[in-house]
């Protein structure tokens, strides 16, 4: 494996996982609302389809959502994201059995208790890296699942009010995600997963100096996570919309995979595990 590339093992459920390579995590938003209209899928047909193909084409890990978090996005209660999660998560169980890896996208406590304990859910991605739900942090510690700890200033709906960072925003973010990886082993969470934020609180420009400065984030010694799946900053360099994307997201994961990250989320996970093959039969010659 090339240089800037770091393996880890992450416990999930009593079953050691080495991150040998990078992982591709394949989106499935149980909402009738996210950015990209092509991933939305609010039944258990649709979700079925969705997953089979994913895991036909490759995905290690499967992230469900079911609270928007785009900008200006309508939270919804802890109620309705459980009783969407219910659904989704059963139904792609149903499909890959215990076989293939699962993530909770939210920011709530309650709601990932309920999806580890009650629905088997292996991870637990958060958005807001626990300052939406004081409470996330020791539920997390209790259920001793791997955290995926993501940087966001304010809220999904506020956050582009917060780009102002004192100094480079490379350092900066990298030092808010330290202390908060401290804080996250200190309460005795072994398996900390860190994600720079690509595009919450960010502007455009603050991106790509993030990319540009990925190797960096590798000091925090965790896995690294890269979501940039048809962003606006995407959009925005190419003068293009999310549905036309394809193209700039790969390129910018393969960067990404070139400068050691060990998972992309991504929407489409076929291009992704092209991308992320030809990465490794590279820096392995």
């Known amino acids: 494996m090339w240089e800037s590339f770091k393996k880890y093992s992450l416990n999930l459920r009593g079953r050691l996982v080495e991150v040998d390579r990078p992982w591709v995590m394949g989106i499935i938003n149980a909402t009738p609302d996210s950015f990209y209209s092509q991933s939305r899928m609010m039944d258990v047909d649709a979700i079925a389809r969705r997953t089979q193909a994913m895991v036909q084409e490759g995905a290690e890990v499967l992230d469900i959502g079911a609270c928007s978090t785009r900008p200006g996005a309508q939270v919804v ?27 909770v996208d939210t920011f709530r406590a309650s709601v990932a208790r309920h999806c580890v304990e009650e629905l088997g859910v292996d991870i637990v991605n958060d958005i807001s890296g626990g300052d939406l739900d004081p ?66 609180s960010k502007t455009l420009d603050q991106n790509y100096r993030l990319l540009s400065c990925l190797e960096a984030f590798h000091a925090l010694d965790v896995p690294l996570l890269v979501g940039v799946s048809r962003k606006s ?26 400068k050691g990250a060990h998972i992309v989320r991504v929407h489409d996970v076929k291009a992704a595990v092209e991308a992320r093959n030809i990465v490794c039969f590279t820096n392995n010659q």
């Open 77 to 103: 209660t802890a109620s309705e994201e459980m009783t969407r999660l219910d659904m989704a998560v059963r139904a792609v169980r149903e499909v890959v059995g215990a076989d293939v890896i699962l993530s």
């Open 135 to 200: 409470e996330m942090h020791a539920t997390v510690a209790q259920l001793q699942v791997p955290y995926i700890v993501m940087h966001m200033r304010g809220t999904p709906a506020t956050m582009q009010q917060f780009t102002h960072y004192d100094g480079d925003v490379a350092a900066v973010v990298l030092e808010e995600l330290a202390r908060k990886v401290d804080a996250l082993h200190q309460l005795g969470i072994n398996d900390v997963i860190a994600d720079p934020g690509f595009g919450f």
């Open 233 to 258: 900053m995407i959009q925005k360099v190419l003068d293009c919309n999310a549905h036309d994307a394809l193209n700039g997201t790969t390129a910018v994961n393969t960067i990404a995979m070139m």
